[in-house]
Structures are given as structure tokens and as C-alpha cells.
């Protein structure tokens, strides 16, 4: 959900606060077919300078040049995954004897513009900070406004996303060792383009200080992350809706 997002940076001329609380459902790893429900609450804070703080997206800073582009570098974390079924992690007993992989403290660093109307591109880099095995991996963007009418804002996203060799053997890949502690044959896929994401925003205003998001959206493993033999199924989908309290 950091990469999500991160697609629309903000842009207050003053200080602006949300809170709220989002649920939906999620696929239990990358390549996983069954889901877990998911939940967290919506904390955003946007200082009026470019700079944020929020929950999903991490804390950092955004930059506006005057000719419509702009720079995003931000401080986020991004979850590991577990070798069991939990309801506070990804992860899936049928990743048993694979191990955990440990979150990472990210640093993320993008660079967009509109590129028609309000269509926005972007670029973007992420880099883990601490357990680097992870690997760097980054994402390019469009999203596109598609129905601006009243209280009623929809936006088409279109995402494709690379992984370097690390992140693509950390993600997807099986080592010698984690195949003699699973059911898995050793796997070691190269670095790609792993999956492409299509995804729909609806936000719904219901008064100055309270509004409904909701985000749907489907992803398609691509390359080598979608022949390793962890993934189930090479579609997957997800949907989170929240409700918000802006001040």
C-alpha cells in the first residue's frame, strides 16, 4: 500500500490533518490464492511546506517545480513475510519451511509529473535501509483522474514494478537450503519486471471535514516471480475501503 500511496502526492497550501480507519482484504503474500483481512487506521498529517507524515506512505518531503514536476523522498517501512498464517503479517502456512523474511526500514525516492491534464507520472525507487537483503526494487505509475464530478473523485491507476536479483530471489526465489526445509524445488529467478498492478480509487465527499476512500485493484505476476513454485495463482486481487476525518 506504500507504493498506492504514494502515487498522489499531496499539495495544502496550509496545514491539514486526517484520521480514520481502513479495512479490506489482501492477498496473504505475493502469489499467495487465499487473503486475510486487513486493517489499520489512517493517520496523515501534511504540514503545508511539502512536508507529511502518514501511515502508509512513511514521512517525507515533497518538492513542486514550476513546471508540473515533483520529487518525493520519504522514510516508510515494508512488512516481511511469514512462513504461517497470522493476522498481523503476510505470510501462509503453505510457505512452511521457508522461513521469515524481515521487514525493512525504506527509503523511497520519486520523481513525476502531469503529464496531460491531471494525469500524473511517476518513477519510483525503493531502497531498504536496514535488512538490505531485501533488494531494491522500484515501480513506474500513471494515474489518471477519470470522473471529477461534485463529491465524487475516481482516478484509474496503472503501475508496473521491477525487482532486482535480491528482491526477486528474497520474494520468489527458493535457496538449496529452504528447499531441503520445504516442499519447494530450489528456485533462482533473475531480475525483472515482476508485476503489473490496475487499480481504481473512488473518494466520495460526504462534507467539509468527512469522506469515504475506496481502493480496488488486481495484479498480475509477471516473468520469473510468476513461474517460482511459491506462487498459486498469478492474478490477485485487493480492496480497502477507509473513512476520514480531515481537519
Known amino acids: 500500500m506504500a507504493a498506492l500511496a504514494s502515487l498522489c502526492p499531496a499539495a495544502h497550501a496550509q496545514s491539514t490533518y486526517s484520521v480514520g480507519l481502513a479495512a479490506g482484504a489482501a492477498p496473504r503474500y505475493a502469489g499467495s490464492r487465499d487473503y486475510r483481512a486487513v486493517g489499520a487506521p489512517v493517520l496523515r498529517a501534511d ?17 513542486k517545480f514550476g513546471n508540473g514536476m ?11 513475510r511469514t512462513d504461517k498464517n497470522r493476522v498481523d503479517l503476510p505470510g501462509s502456512n503453505h ?13 523511497a525516492f520519486q520523481l513525476g509529473a502531469r503529464v496531460y491534464g491531471d494525469a ?3 518513477v519510483t525507487l525503493d531502497a531498504p535501509l536496514t535488512h538490505r537483503e531485501r533488494g531494491l526494487s522500484g515501480h513506474i505509475d500513471l494515474v489518471v483522474p477519470v470522473i471529477q464530478s461534485g463529491a ?7 503501475s508496473v514494478h521491477y525487482g532486482s536479483g535480491r528482491y526477486m530471489q528474497t520474494l520468489f526465489g527458493v535457496t538449496d537450503a529452504q528447499a531441503a526445509n520445504s516442499a519447494f524445488s530450489a528456485y533462482a529467478p533473475k531480475a525483472g519486471f515482476d508485476a503489473a498492478t490496475l487499480s481504481l480509487a473512488w473518494n466520495y465527499t460526504l462534507s467539509k471535514e468527512w469522506s469515504v476512500r475506496t481502493l480496488v485493484a488486481t495484479t498480475r505476476l509477471l516473468g520469473d516471480a510468476a513461474k517460482s513454485p511459491i506462487v498459486q495463482t498469478k492474478q490477485s486481487y485487493f480492496g480497502m475501503s477507509s473513512i476520514n476525518y480531515t481537519f
Open 47 to 63: 504540514f503545508g511546506n511539502g512536508a507529511f507524515i502518514d501511515m502508509l506512505q512513511g514521512a517525507g518531503y515533497t518538492y
Open 70 to 80: 515533483f520529487a518525493t523522498a520519504s522514510l516508510g517501512y515494508a512488512l516481511g
Open 95 to 107: 510457505l512452511k519451511g521457508m522461513g521469515d523474511i524481515r521487514g525493512s526500514l525504506m527509503g
Open 120 to 122: 500524473t507520472l511517476s
Open 152 to 158: 465524487h473523485i475516481v482516478t484509474l491507476g496503472q
